[in-house]
């Protein structure tokens, strides 16, 4: 079992900026992706940004240049820099970890205000 704890979430102002933590406890593999999905009321659940263990990234289009992933692979965490953020980044941002098995957080409300 691995459990997944977020914080940092909150409201913000467009153009305003949040960080988003994510540590994972438990049953850790070293070799794993960990990341950060969200989900806006009406829509699907859908990729922000993941890293590999090996610190390798991915983004969705949508958050390219303006949101930034890291982690600390000693303390198990990862980050979400978000920058500029827009009213439509508004959603619950859910962590992911992902090994043999995925676990989700339990979700943090991010809204931005126009």
Do not use: H
């Amino acid at each position: 079992q691995v459990q997944l704890v977020e914080s940092g979430g909150g409201l913000v102002q467009a153009g305003g900026s949040l960080r988003l933590s994510c540590a994972a406890s438990g049953d850790i593999f070293s070799i794993n992706v960990m990341g950060w999905y969200r989900q806006a009321p009406g829509k699907q659940r859908a990729l922000v940004a993941t890293i590999t263990s090996g610190s390798m990234t991915t983004y969705a289009d949508s958050v390219k240049g303006r949101f930034t992933i890291s982690r600390d692979n000693a303390a198990n965490t990862i980050y979400l820099q978000m920058n500029s953020l827009k009213p439509e980044d508004t959603a619950v941002y859910y962590c992911l970890y992902r090994s043999s098995t995925a676990y989700w957080g339990q979700g943090t409300q991010v809204t931005v205000s126009s």
